[in-house]
C-alpha cells in the first residue's frame, strides 16, 4: 500500500487534520421538515443528509402487507450536485438500492414492526453532499428520524466506518480515504445492548486486523450515541417544554 | 397529495369568495420566504427557499460542453437536444434544467412517482431560461464559437410540499443564480486559426452569470369558484379547476404563459389575471433582490461565516 504514508502522516495525523481515532464534527437536528411524520438533518464531516419517515401508515402495495408486522420500506437517493462532478442517476441505480436494502435490514432489528401489523414504515434518505460515509451516516440520519416520528425502537441504531491504514485502525473515513484502497468496515451497533445489527465490508481486511478495525468502530459508534442521545433529550424537552405553556395558557 | 372532502373544498371556496383565506390572507397576498444562498460548497452556486412550508434547495453547477446546434446534430442526449432545436446559433452557451421531487415532501413522489411532476417542471424551466426571454446574456456563455460553452445545470430538489410549487422554484432560480459565479477564461490563438483557453484559478476572477438580473420569475394564479388567488396552499390548489401560470422580469414583462388543469375561463378575466401578476411579480423581484442584498451584508459582517443549512 504505497499511498499509505500519505494517509496518515509520521506525526500520526490524517490529511484533514484528524488524529487516527477521532470522528469528524457531527451537527445534527431533527423535526426540519412539515409533511413528514418525523425528519432528520445529520452532518458527519461535509456529508449531508436528510431522512424522513412516514408511517405507520397502511401500505402502498398489497405484497407488502404482513399479518404479523410492519415492512419497512427504504428509498435512498443523491442530488445530483452533492459530489464534486455533476451526475444524474436513477432512483433505480443498483447501488442506491443495494444501500437501501443495507439500511431496510438494519432497522427491522431495531424497530419494534410487531406492533404494528398490517402497516409500512417508509425511510426516504436523500444525500446532499457526499464526502466518504454515506451509508453510516444515512443509518444514522434514519434513527433520528425514526425517534422524531415517534416510533417504538428497542434502541438506537448508530452506524460508523472504520479503516486501516498501515497497521493503525483509523475512525470515520472521508472520500479520500475511503478511495485510497483502505480497507473499510461498517458497523451499526445497538450501543446499549451492544449488539450488531448492520457489519458491512467491501474490501480485503486481514483477520488480525479486523478486530482493532472493529472495535474502533464500535468505539465511534458509542460516541455518536452520546452527541444523539444529547440532541434527541434536548429537542424533547423543548417540545415537552411548549406542551406544558400550551397547557397552562 | 393529501385527500381533500368536498365540505372542506366549500369552505375554501366561500373563504375566497370572501377575500378571507384559511390563513387569513387576502386574495393576492403573497406568503413570505426565507433564503440562503451559497450552503452547497461544491456547487458553483446554491440557494434553499423556504416560500412558508414549501421548501426547495437548488445547486447550479458551471460546466464545460460542446455547443451543440442544429448543424451538428449528432449528440444522442435526448433533453439537450430539444432545448437547442430552437436556436440555431452556433455561439451560445445553454442552461440545463431538472427538477427532482423527494418524496419527503410527498409519498406520491416514491420510486417513480415524481416522473411526471418532474418531467413537467424540468420543461417549463428549460423553455423559459433558454429564450431571449429568460433574461440570461447566454451568448457571455460561449467560450470558442462553434467549439465550447459552458452549461449552467440547474438542479432542483424539493424537500416540502405546500402549494405553489412553480413560483418558489423560480423566486430560488434567480437567487441561485445570483449566487452563482463562473471562472474566468482567457482565449489564445494558437495560430491557423485554431483558438485555445484556460480557466484561471482564482476565485477572486470568477465572474457572475450576466443577465440573472432579468430571469423571470412567476406568478401561478388559481382559479377557486368565480375568483382567483395567488400563492395557494396545498388545500387551496386541490380547490383550483384553471390554473395560469405567467412569467414576469423585473420591467413587468411577460416572458411566458400557460394555461393548466381542467376548466376554462373568460378573456376578460384573463386580461384581469395578467395585471395582477405583472404588478405582484415586479413586488416578488424587489422584495427578493432586497433579500438577496440583505443577506450579502450579513454574510460580509459574520466573516463569511454561513451558518447555514438546517442547523
Redesign the interface.
Known amino acids: 500500500m504505497s499511498s499509505g504514508l500519505d494517509l496518515l502522516s509520521p506525526e500520526g495525523l490524517r490529511i484533514d487534520g484528524r488524529r487516527a481515532n477521532e470522528l469528524r464534527r457531527v ?1 445534527c ?1 431533527t423535526g ?5 411524520d418525523g ?1 432528520a ?1 445529520i ?1 458527519q464531516g ?1 456529508t ?1 443528509c ?1 431522512a ?1 419517515v ?1 408511517g405507520p401508515r397502511e401500505p ?1 402495495h398489497k405484497n407488502l402487507q404482513y399479518h404479523d408486522r410492519a415492512s419497512i420500506n427504504v ?1 435512498y ?1 443523491i ?6 462532478e ?1 451526475k ?1 442517476r436513477s ?1 433505480m441505480d443498483r447501488r442506491f438500492i443495494e444501500i437501501a436494502n443495507i439500511v431496510k435490514q438494519t432497522f427491522e432489528t431495531a424497530v419494534i414492526t410487531s406492533l404494528y401489523p398490517r402497516s409500512q414504515i ?1 425511510i ?1 434518505l ?1 444525500i ?2 457526499i464526502d466518504g460515509g454515506a451509508l453510516h451516516t444515512s443509518i444514522n440520519a434514519a434513527t433520528l428520524a425514526l425517534i422524531d416520528a415517534g416510533i417504538p425502537m428497542k434502541e438506537y441504531v448508530c452506524a460508523c466506518s472504520a479503516g486501516c491504514v498501515e497497521d493503525t485502525p483509523i475512525l470515520d473515513l472521508n472520500y479520500f480515504e475511503e478511495n485510497n484502497f483502505t480497507p473499510t468496515l461498517t458497523v451499526a451497533v445497538m450501543p446499549n445492548s451492544g449488539k450488531i445489527s448492520t457489519l458491512v465490508s467491501e474490501s480485503r481486511l486481514h483477520l488480525d486486523k479486523f478486530e482493532p478495525v472493529f472495535n474502533l468502530a464500535v468505539s465511534g459508534c458509542k460516541q455518536l450515541h452520546s452527541v444523539f442521545d444529547d440532541v434527541i433529550r434536548k429537542s424533547t424537552t423543548e417540545l415537552a417544554n411548549r406542551v406544558m405553556e400550551k397547557q397552562k395558557e | 397529495m393529501a385527500l381533500i372532502s368536498p365540505s372542506e373544498k366549500d369552505f375554501i371556496t366561500k373563504g375566497i369568495e370572501a377575500d378571507m383565506r384559511n390563513d387569513g390572507r387576502s386574495r393576492i397576498a403573497y406568503r413570505d420566504f426565507t433564503i440562503e444562498t451559497g450552503i452547497v460548497s461544491q456547487a458553483s452556486g446554491s440557494c434553499r427557499l423556504r416560500l412558508s412550508k414549501t421548501d426547495v434547495l437548488i445547486g447550479v453547477k458551471v460546466e464545460i460542453g460542446d455547443i451543440i446546434s442544429n448543424t451538428t446534430s449528432d449528440n444522442n442526449n435526448e433533453q439537450e437536444q430539444d432545448i437547442v432545436n430552437n436556436q440555431n446559433e452556433s455561439d451560445k452557451g445553454r442552461i440545463v434544467c431538472s427538477v427532482e421531487c423527494s418524496p419527503s415532501a410527498s409519498r406520491d413522489f416514491e420510486g417513480k412517482g415524481a416522473n411526471d411532476i418532474n418531467n413537467e417542471l424540468s420543461q417549463i424551466m428549460n423553455r423559459v431560461l433558454n429564450g431571449p426571454q429568460g433574461g440570461i446574456d447566454l451568448k457571455s456563455l460561449c467560450i470558442i464559437p462553434g467549439a465550447q460553452c459552458w452549461i449552467i445545470y440547474v438542479d432542483v430538489l424539493v424537500l416540502d410540499y405546500d402549494g405553489n410549487l412553480l413560483d418558489t422554484i423560480f423566486l430560488a432560480t434567480r437567487a441561485a443564480l445570483q449566487n452563482t459565479r463562473i471562472p474566468k477564461t482567457e482565449i489564445q490563438d494558437i495560430g491557423n486559426g485554431q483558438l485555445e483557453f484556460d480557466i484561471s484559478d482564482d476565485i477572486e476572477d470568477a465572474e457572475k452569470i450576466k443577465g440573472w438580473e432579468d430571469v423571470p420569475v412567476t406568478v401561478s394564479l388559481n382559479k377557486i369558484g368565480q375568483k382567483y388567488i395567488v400563492d395557494a396552499t396545498a388545500m387551496e390548489e386541490l380547490c383550483t379547476d384553471t390554473k395560469i401560470i405567467i412569467a414576469v422580469n423585473r420591467n413587468g414583462e411577460i416572458c411566458a404563459m400557460q394555461k393548466s388543469l381542467y376548466g376554462s375561463l373568460n378573456p376578460s378575466l384573463l386580461t384581469e389575471m395578467i395585471r395582477t401578476a405583472k404588478d405582484i411579480g415586479k413586488v416578488l423581484i424587489k422584495n427578493l433582490d432586497t433579500t438577496l442584498e440583505h443577506e450579502q451584508v450579513m454574510a460580509s459582517r459574520a466573516n463569511n461565516k454561513k451558518f447555514g443549512f438546517f442547523i
Open positions: 451537527n437536528k426540519i421538515l412539515v409533511q413528514a425528519s438533518y452532518e461535509n449531508k436528510i424522513t412516514y402502498s428509498e437517493s442530488a445530483t450536485f452533492s459530489t464534486s455533476r444524474q432512483k417508509d426516504y436523500q446532499l453532499q
